[in-house]
């Protein structure tokens, strides 16, 4: 069985003192990293940017199905104008001028239905500009949100790291202090069940916060002051003291 003095055991409850603060620490920070708001607001925005893709697809389709009806209605439009041009010189032989009096006709209303189609892109894309703009300014207010929630988080995370780095000097400063082989069955219990040492407060174990049974009682109570004892239910060290008998 282990030993140590009393007045050495007893510190071992300062030691787990700050391993407690440690674990809450870390827990804290746990629950930081997993805040909600992080996974709702990514959820939403990969939406977002999802919707804003398809509409400035659309818009970029849109736009180039307008570029061809503009560069289509120029070229009616020059070969119009190239046929006015024949036809008022007044040259050639008739038939031709006939004919190209007839082009001339079928060109314009190639250009009109052409044009109709022309506005009618126009107002399409339009639309969707529009469409995309509110869905580009609800992206980037979804964005904002994130932001805002990750500095907030950050800045409480920096806190509790700095918090945590002054606990692991304090543990380091603490520990140093202990015999070496009381602080590695402190270690030891530590690393196995999450507590390394616990009171014993009028026959209850505060590591297991139950009462031990009258047999373990009587069998701690018979170890002589220097065993180091351990707590039958949870397994962490006792530290016994007359006050808490």
């Given at each position: 069985m282990?030993?140590?003095?009393?007045?050495?055991?007893?510190?071992?409850?300062?030691?787990?003192?700050?391993?407690?603060?440690?674990?809450?620490?870390?827990?804290?920070?746990?629950?930081?990293?997993?805040?909600?708001?992080?996974?709702?607001?990514?959820?939403?925005?990969?939406?977002?940017?999802?919707?804003?893709?398809?509409?400035?697809?659309?818009?970029?389709?849109?736009?180039r199905?307008?570029?061809?009806?503009?560069?289509?209605?120029?070229?009616v439009?020059?070969?119009?104008?190239?046929?006015?041009?024949?036809?008022?010189?007044?040259?050639?032989?008739?038939?031709?001028l006939?004919?190209?009096?007839?082009?001339?006709?079928?060109?314009?209303?190639?250009?009109?239905?052409?044009?109709?189609?022309?506005?009618?892109?126009?107002?399409?894309?339009?639309?969707?500009a529009?469409?995309?703009?509110?869905?580009?300014?609800?992206?980037?207010?979804?964005?904002?949100?994130?932001?805002?929630?990750?500095?907030?988080?950050?800045?409480?995370?920096?806190?509790?790291?700095?918090?945590?780095?002054?606990?692991?000097?304090?543990?380091?400063a603490?520990?140093?202090?202990?015999?070496?082989?009381?602080?590695a069955?402190?270690?030891?219990?530590?690393?196995?069940?999450?507590?390394?040492?616990?009171?014993?407060?009028?026959?209850?174990?505060?590591?297991?916060?139950?009462?031990?049974?009258?047999?373990?009682?009587?069998?701690?109570?018979?170890?002589?002051?220097?065993?180091?004892?351990?707590?039958?239910?949870?397994?962490?060290?006792?530290?016994?003291?007359?006050?808490?008998?």
């Amino acid at each position: 069985m282990a030993k140590a003095a009393p007045a050495e055991q007893l510190r071992l409850l300062d030691l787990q003192a700050v391993d407690g603060r440690l674990k809450a620490l870390d827990g804290q920070a746990k629950v930081l990293r997993e805040d909600p708001r992080l996974a709702d607001l990514a959820t939403g925005l990969a939406v977002a940017e999802s919707d804003l893709a398809v509409l400035t697809s659309e818009v970029a389709d849109i736009r180039r199905e307008l570029t061809r009806f503009e560069d289509e209605v120029a070229q009616v439009t020059q070969r119009i104008i190239r046929d006015e041009t024949k036809l008022n010189s007044g040259t050639g032989l008739s038939k031709d001028l006939v004919a190209l009096q007839q082009d001339i006709e079928s060109l314009t209303r190639r250009r009109s239905t052409l044009e109709d189609g022309e506005l009618e892109a126009m107002e399409k894309a339009d639309d969707a500009a529009g469409r995309r703009a509110a869905q580009q300014e609800l992206v980037d207010d979804m964005r904002g949100v994130l932001a805002g929630v990750q500095a907030e988080l950050g800045e409480k995370l920096a806190a509790l790291s700095a918090e945590r780095d002054a606990a692991v000097a304090e543990r380091a400063a603490l520990a140093a202090t202990f015999e070496p082989g009381l602080l590695a069955v402190y270690e030891r219990t530590l690393g196995r069940y999450g507590v390394g040492a616990a009171r014993l407060f009028h026959g209850t174990s505060e590591g297991s916060g139950m009462q031990l049974s009258p047999g373990d009682l009587a069998d701690i109570r018979g170890a002589a002051a220097d065993d180091v004892v351990f707590c039958p239910d949870s397994g962490v060290i006792l530290v016994r003291s007359p006050e808490w008998s």
